[in-house]
């Protein structure tokens, strides 16, 4: 199986690009730009109710007012 950044294509000044399960909003994509570093390539995020899978890992959600 190929890498995805050998499949898609680059952009010119890309910060970064992901491929989703889930339509990007204007929250989303400031997310993503927080979370993602910004090497200028591709990401793969599939989300769960519980768990978001970036690159293949699996981080839990947690909401910020239920971290006491």
């Known amino acids: ?3 995805i950044n050998e499949i898609m294509p680059k952009i010119k000044g890309m910060r970064w690009g992901a491929v989703t399960n889930t339509s990007p909003t204007i929250a989303k994509f400031n997310e993503i730009n927080r979370i993602l570093p910004h ?3 591709w990401h793969t995020i599939f989300e769960e109710p519980e768990l978001v899978h970036i690159d293949g890992i699996a981080v839990r959600r947690k909401l910020a007012d239920s971290m006491t």
Do not use: P
Request: charge should be neutral.
């Open 1 to 3: 199986m190929k890498d």
């Open 39 to 41: 090497d200028g390539k």
